[in-house]
C-alpha cells in the first residue's frame, strides 16, 4: 500500500527555519501522477491547508497565513516533497501532515493518502 513519511519536525525558536520532507513509496504508487499536499492541526484546531503542489511542480498554492514564508517544491525522481518554512511564528506550531491527491485541492477531504504527521513547534 502507498506509504507517506514525513521527517524534519522538532522544535525551533520563533523567526527560524525548519525543513520538511515527505517521502512516498508504495509499488503501485505513481508518485509523479498525484499533487502532494501539506496540512497541519494545532491542539483545538480544525486541520488546515498549508500548502499544495501539481504533480508536475509546476503550479503551488499557499495558505494565506504562509505565504511569503513556506515554500514547497518536489523531486518526482526521490519521490519526495520538501516544505521549507522560514521566519517561523508559534502559531506555527501543530502536527504537520503530508497528504497525497489525485486532483489538486486546498480540502482535506480530498486528500487519497495520509502520512502520520511530525511536529512542529515553535517558541517564542
Known amino acids: 500500500q502507498v506509504q507517506l513519511v514525513e521527517s524534519g519536525g522538532g522544535l525551533v525558536q520563533a523567526g527560524g527555519s525548519l525543513r520538511l520532507s515527505c517521502a512516498a513509496s508504495g509499488r503501485t504508487f505513481s508518485f509523479s501522477g498525484y499533487a502532494m499536499g501539506w496540512f497541519r492541526q494545532a491542539p483545538g484546531k480544525e486541520r488546515e491547508f498549508v500548502a499544495a503542489?501539481?504533480?508536475?511542480?509546476?503550479?503551488?498554492y499557499y495558505g494565506d497565513s504562509v505565504k511569503g514564508r513556506f515554500t514547497l517544491s518536489r523531486d518526482n525522481a526521490k519521490k519526495t516533497v520538501y516544505l521549507q518554512m522560514n521566519s517561523l511564528k508559534p502559531e506555527d506550531t501543530a502536527v504537520y501532515y503530508c497528504?497525497?491527491?489525485?486532483?489538486?485541492?486546498?480540502?482535506?477531504?480530498?486528500?487519497?493518502?495520509w502520512g502520520q504527521g511530525t511536529q512542529v513547534t515553535v517558541s517564542s
Open positions: 503542489i501539481s504533480w508536475s511542480g509546476s503550479s503551488t
Open positions: 497528504a497525497a491527491e489525485q486532483h489538486i485541492s486546498s480540502d482535506s477531504r480530498a486528500a487519497d493518502y
